[in-house]
């Protein structure tokens, strides 16, 4: 496998982070903002494997396995949650979820 | 007998508690017997203890009760001290204040308060008892204010009617400024002296200051502030007449024997501060001669039967006061002691008269009562005559000429106080029987009622009796030369000296002051039975001082401009309270940036997210730049 330098890894990994935030702050769809969380995390994720490899250390790998892990058991209380709120709201729209308001 | 010197205070106290606790579901003769009897009590008390006292050849009589108070070294007990002095003032206050609960029983027999009323009554006598009785000033002040407290409840005592509530709080407030004066007057004896011991006071005195020094002169003039507001004379003497909207017999105990004597009471005891603050004793005089000029005027011109003795009442303690000025004291409380006499007499016919005419006041609405109610009209022709001073018969004729004598032959004496006092004897005169002939003689105008009881009669005997004779045991130097009066309080009191080469002078000032008083009637009777046409022309002709001395030459006029005027702009001004506004300001304004703050919490998650990110951005800049 070619040689990727560290810093074309990180660069990478913040682009992917600065989209996945991007996303959460422009997209309204809850579904999608969970999506663009996913990409958040996925882009730590990718930062660590990088760490490791420039360390030649498996740690980066370990840390992964606990961010996808964590990010699976995100995702189905989230998608539970966002059940819940459809229940009440009726609708997917981020911004009409404003009863915290004030 | 002396150890039960206790009880004179205690038993109308008693009384009182007992009235108040049964909250008036007593049957009448039971709270009347009660409120009463412990006066009776007090007066037959008096009298043993008063024969103790004097078969001890007059020995003071201190008994402790218990230690109020134990501050550093500053240790007021309840205790009491009988000398001769507060001996004649108990005498005074029990004996014609039972005469006076007599009447009642009969005067308020009607009324819905009658059980109330003897409750405030009992205490009133209990509290001017502990007033004369206290050995050290602190319980006096405690009388002080205990007097002050029952005169506001007795006079404003049909609270139904408004104006009672504004004469009663008048009242209270007035004397107020008074008692200021006293508090402050008593925190520079103690400061100087270290005791407010009345027998350590007059020790320790003349050693503390010399004559005239600046700080015991100021002491004398704070006390008789506090004297003035309490007996009701110049500047604080335009609560008296407005407090004539209590009952009778109110007006003749409180306004009349007693409550309005504690100023010549408190000037007598502390008659040593006046020995050495000459310029205060001046000014005690020269108030009590002014006062008794301008109460004398305006007496003339009332047209309200109470009114015109309220007015009387000022003007004879303007004499007391003008006899404790020119150090003739034991004229002083004699007078004092007689004026107990035919006020409170004076005072209940007036109440008897009021009561048989339904309670008709105007003097002007009343007339041909003589044949009508003879026991009233004698007994208050008697009031009268001792009042006017009438010569040798009367016990007012002693005691009133006693003064004027000292105030024309006292050492200390002036020709302006004699002159004051000479014009307000011919004043006296007219009005007191001007207020006789309008009230008895002429046409019928009001019909009479029903007629007074014995209950009420009788004390009006009593009374007139004491009237008459009570002068006769102090008679002057030229008539007998009788000093029973004058021995008896020599013990606590100075005597007065006179002048070199005035005796012979006697008979000629006794001549002038009894033609005079009998000149007064004669104009009395000139004008208000005579020539009675004359009386309009005259008023026409001086409508404006008869105003102006109708209403008591003007002062409520003056207090309401300087005082209460002001007072009340500064309260309206300040309704919505400017120093609270500083306090609501801070409320207004954090409560701005709290609306503008919560505008950010608009629920909605983006912008939170939003804060989140904007937030880190700056903390990661802010760390860049560090390093």
Known sequence: ?102 | MTELLWLIPALPLTGALILIATKGNLPRAIAGSIGSGSVGLAAILTILVAIDFVSKGQQPIQQTLWTWINVNGFSPGVALYLDSLSLVFIFVITFVGFLIHIYSMGYMADDAGFARFFAYLNLFVCSMLILVLADNLVLMYLGWEGVGLCSYLLIGFWYEEENNGYAARKAFIITRFGDTALAIGLFMLFTSLGTLNIQEITLLAPDTWPISHKTVVAIGFLLLGGAVGKSAQLPLQTWLPDAMAGPSPVSALIHAATMVTAGVYLIARMHIIYELAPLAQTWVGVIGAITLLIAGFSALTQFDLKRVLAYSTISQIGYMFLALGIGAWSSAIFHFMIHAFFKALLFLAAGAVIYVLHHEQDMFKMGGLKNKIPVIYWTFLIGSASLAAIPFITAGFYSKDQILWLAWAGEKGNFWFYLAALIGAFVTSIYTFRMVFLTFFGEEKTHVGHHAGSLMTVPLVILAVLSLVGGFIELPHNMGHVTVFSDFLSGVLPDVETRPGVDAYEWLMQGIAAVLCLLGIYVAYFFYMKREDLRAEIKGATYQLNRFWFSGWGFDALYDAVIVRPYVYLSRVNKSDVIDKVYNGLVTISEYFHFVFARTQSGIMRWYIMGIVIGAVLILSLGLMMH
Request: net charge neutral; hydrophobic share 60%.
């Open chain 1, 1 to 102: 496998m070619n040689e990727v330098s560290t810093e074309a890894g990180l660069i990478l990994a913040g682009i992917l982070f600065m989209l996945g935030l991007i996303s959460v702050l422009i997209r309204r769809n809850i579904i999608f903002m969970l999506i663009s969380v996913e990409i958040m995390l996925n882009a730590a994720g990718l930062a660590f494997i990088v760490a490791g490899a420039r360390w030649a250390q498996p740690d980066g790998q370990a840390m992964f396995i606990f961010i996808v892990t964590m990010a699976a058991a995100e995702v189905s209380v989230g998608l539970a949650l966002i059940l819940q709120i459809y229940h009440q709201i009726k609708t997917l729209d981020g911004d009409a979820a404003t009863k915290m308001k004030g």
